[in-house]
């Protein structure tokens, strides 16, 4: 009896043995800066590793698969090799593995699907184990087409209009003129515009001198992450026009005034030529 009794104890003891030594290892998505990822942007995700605090793990290969919508920079290696149960960070029985990646400029919005693959040499299989998990992406940016709606040389005044062709409503929007040879600003170089809705347009005015050529400007808004945003646009001045319409306006007034006395002399000449008229059929009725 005694001799059963010492039997299954080794035997509980072994099995308990046997069970520490499984790997268990655990991969998950825990942070994302931004959140949301923005098409075209970096962002960087880092992932947590449990069970490798296990000394059984032995051997421990991690591996995130560069794969739509992710890519990495050249030479940033896609996986990481750590000795299991050799190492502290944090305190944390968790490896945290971070890396830093550009999304797709066409990434769709949305939680887009994302994998890792991770394998332990103490595994029996030593097979990979591939985990999905999501980032959370959204284009946030905006773009905007600029024109030149009015100006005056006379005056010194240049209006900008301002379309907002994006899909998103902006805040704080500022346009700036920098310093530059084709246009010499006059005061303030920087107009506050304020928000400024998805296919909606407004104006700036400034106080400036303008050549033929190229105009540079800048564009500052805040977008819906509370991130500021900066947009530099060039645009192709010709002057032309703005003096043709000069031209135009002066011209104006003398056109109509000689309309004007042309109409007159011809209702006075059509009644002169009515009374003569008259008076030559009253002296022919006299005789």
Not at 76 to 94: N, R
Not at 122 to 138: D, H, V
Not at 153 to 164: Q, V
């Amino acid at each position: 009896m005694k001799g059963s009794i010492f039997i299954l104890v080794i035997a509980i003891i072994f099995l308990s043995s046997n069970v520490s030594a499984v790997c268990n290892l655990d991969a998950s998505l825990i942070n994302q800066d931004p959140y949301p990822a923005i098409p075209g942007d970096y962002v960087t995700i880092v992932f947590q590793l449990a069970g490798v605090e296990n000394p059984d793990c032995k051997d421990v290969y991690f591996e995130l698969i560069e794969n739509y919508p992710l890519k990495l920079d050249p030479g940033v290696s896609a996986s990481v090799s750590v000795k299991a149960g050799t190492f502290v960070e944090d305190s944390s029985s968790y490896l945290k593995i971070p890396y830093k990646v550009r999304i797709d400029a066409n990434a769709l919005d949305g939680n887009q699907e994302i994998s890792v693959r991770y394998r332990s040499s103490g595994a029996p299989s030593g097979t990979y184990t591939i985990e999905k998990l999501n980032l959370n992406i959204q284009d946030v940016k905006t773009d905007f087409e600029v024109f030149i709606k009015n100006y005056n040389p006379n005056t010194g005044k240049i209006t900008f209009e301002i379309l907002n062709i994006g899909k998103n409503d902006v805040e704080a929007l500022t346009l700036y003129i920098p310093s530059q040879d084709n246009i010499v600003v006059r005061g303030t170089s920087t107009n506050i515009i304020g928000s400024l809705d998805s296919n909606d347009y407004t104006t700036a005015d400034f106080d400036a001198l303008a050549n033929n050529g190229e105009i540079n400007i800048t564009l500052t808004y805040t977008d819906s992450i509370n991130e500021r945003r900066i947009l530099k646009k060039v645009i192709v001045f010709d002057s032309a026009p703005f003096y043709n319409k000069i031209e135009s306006e002066k011209k104006t007034p003398t056109t109509y005034y000689v309309v004007g006395v042309v109409i007159v002399l011809a209702v006075a000449y059509y009644f002169y030529r009515r009374h003569r008229e008259k008076k030559r059929k009253a002296l022919h009725h006299h005789k």
